[in-house]
């Protein structure tokens, strides 16, 4: 049995990953989501990487998993706890001292014109996507806005999936970026950017299969 620690993206919730849960405690793990404190004002990345931890606590074969914005903490769970593996599932990669909030110009990244369902959850069921933007949460300028904290990427085993069919993160983009900040060939899984939603069965599958690549 592993634990998987699942960090959520920006403005979003711990809800975002209750169908993956299902999933990987179907198949005897334990998981791990919590909501990051990004209502608060006053909370910086260090506080949300220490919010992960305390909810974790000890955990044997622990995989920290993080999606979209939630890669600017996952990294930083590392350095507090043991982590045997870190997922980025289409997630953002920092470097040291990078302000969140300038990761977009400095990758390149283009936006779009598409409301937030075509953007995110276009092969989302209907009634989830309603949920998903329900459950948005406002996110404090503090954690944008300060540099980065983690001095390197953490010693520790990183895997990152991209998803082909998204369109907040396109692949092309995606594979650039990873290619440039980690140095790596990413893993990709058909589904939008929102793929716990829309594809978890196969998402807890991919993930499992990690724990014995």
Known sequence: MATFALIHGGGSSAWDWHLVESELRARGHRTVAVDLPIEDDSAGLADYADTVARAV?????????????GGFVAPLVCDRLPVKL?????????????????????????????DLVAQFMHDVPAELAEEGLRRGRPQAEKSSAEPWPGTAWPDVPTRFLLCRDDRFFPPEFMRRV???????TPDEIGGSHMVMLARPKELAERLEAYLTA
Request: hydrophobic content about 50%.
């Open 57 to 69: 606590g000890a955990a044997d074969d622990l995989v920290v998993v993080a999606h979209s914005w």
């Open 86 to 114: 870190l997922v980025l599932v289409t997630a953002m990669i920092p470097v040291p001292g990078e302000p969140p909030g300038e990761w977009w110009a400095n990758t390149g990244f283009q936006g779009s014109d598409l």
């Open 178 to 184: 990873v290619r440039d900040r980690l140095g790596v």
